[in-house]
Antibody, heavy 121, light 107 residues
Framework: EVQLLESGGGLVQPGGSLRLSCAAS????????MSWVRQAPGKGLEWVSV????????FYADSVKGRFTISRDNSKNTLYLQMNSLRAEDTAVFYC??????????????WGQGTLVTVSS | EIVMTQSPATLSVSPGERATLSCRAS??????FAWYQQKPGQAPRLLIY???TRATGVPARFSGSGSGTEFTLTISSLQSEDFAVYYC?????????FGQGTRLEIK
């Protein structure tokens, strides 16, 4: 059974840093593309970042480019999101998601339960 | 980026009736399109991908249709567990983008 468990969220001051983790089980993250998606309180879903299955390609939303870094540790079967220079508008529940892919495109087939990040002084 | 527009924002339907949710893309996304269901306090759940393929374990009362820029999610006979927020998503172009959601509520 595929399971994703996020951790690392919490309260951080503006300008601060936080590293989120997403521990996977039931599959090997090194074989799949993985994404982070966030949801501000009472709002919709916003894609944040993706790491390719090969681990060699990363993409970021313009709103986080240069501040966030996605990575993974295959030995721990864990995905990470390093978040620096945090802003109040980064306050959200952050979800990790496994990607399923056809020959040409990928969609998110499994999601974790999310971890809340609150940026406030 | 591609803008996804869902309608209506809120849909009130009685249990047992049919619900039809719509999503429009600002430019063609072919069939690289998905629907997700989200209940309060829970993560989104994949319902439909490829515009019309049900995900594993999704009941047959959920069906998706459309291609290009116009898409529809139909729930044929609403059950109590179906009342939730539904999001559409395109994954044809980077960045992937979501609609703002349709809240399906009990009438």
């Amino acid at each position: 059974e595929v399971q994703l468990l996020e951790s690392g969220g919490g309260l951080v001051q503006p300008g601060g840093s936080l590293r989120l983790s997403c521990a996977a089980s039931g599959f090997t993250i090194g074989s799949y593309a993985m994404s982070w998606v966030r949801q501000a309180p009472g709002k919709g879903l916003e894609w944040v970042s993706v790491l390719s299955g090969s681990g060699t390609s990363t993409f970021y939303a313009d709103s986080v480019k240069g501040r966030f870094t996605i990575s993974r540790d295959n030995s721990k079967n864990t995905l990470y999101l390093q978040m620096n220079s945090l802003r109040a508008e980064d306050t959200a529940v952050f979800y990790c998601a496994k990607e399923a892919c056809s020959s040409t495109s990928c969609w998110m087939d499994y999601w974790g339960q999310g971890t809340l990040v609150t940026v406030s002084s | 980026e591609i803008v996804m527009t869902q309608s209506p924002a809120t849909l009130s339907v009685s249990p047992g009736e049919r619900a039809t949710l719509s999503c429009r893309a600002s430019q063609t996304v072919s069939s690289n399109f998905a629907w997700y269901q989200q209940k309060p306090g829970q993560a989104p759940r994949l319902l439909i991908y490829g515009a019309s393929t049900r995900a594993t374990g999704v009941p047959a009362r959920f069906s998706g249709s459309g291609s290009g820029t116009e898409f529809t999610l139909t729930i044929s006979s609403l059950q109590s567990e179906d009342f939730a927020v539904y999001y559409c998503q395109q994954y044809n172009n980077w960045p992937v983008t979501f609609g703002q959601g349709t809240r399906l509520e009990i009438k």
